[in-house]
């Protein structure tokens, strides 16, 4: 089950407190910024610091891409499409 917009409005990390990119298809929460995943178990987020994943280089390069081909939504007002800093660093690694 997906999570509704009104949710993804006002979802951020417990950590940092800033937006997280939104996989769907993969029931993750994702912040680029700490490279930490977040996972969507029954349809809940388990937004808990102590239950992030930290995400290995392939893996949060892979994600990125994702992200960079609109493949991912942002949630409390990050834009999946713009995370142009990082973009620029998966170029930079392909």
């Known amino acids: ?4 917009g009104p ?3 006002i979802l951020a990390c417990p950590i940092d407190k800033h937006g997280l990119l939104y996989f769907a298809d993969e029931a993750v929460l994702y912040n680029p910024r700490l490279r930490r995943l977040y996972r ?11 239950r992030a994943e930290p995400a290995a280089d392939d893996e949060h390069l892979r994600l990125l891409k994702r992200a ?10 990050l834009v999946a499409e713009r995370l142009d800093a990082m973009d620029q660093g998966v170029k930079e690694l392909e």
């Open 1 to 4: 089950m997906p999570l509704e």
């Open 7 to 9: 949710l993804l409005d």
């Open 40 to 50: 969507i178990v029954d349809g809940s987020p388990v937004m808990l610091a102590d």
């Open 68 to 77: 960079a081909h609109g493949e991912a939504v942002g949630t409390a007002g």
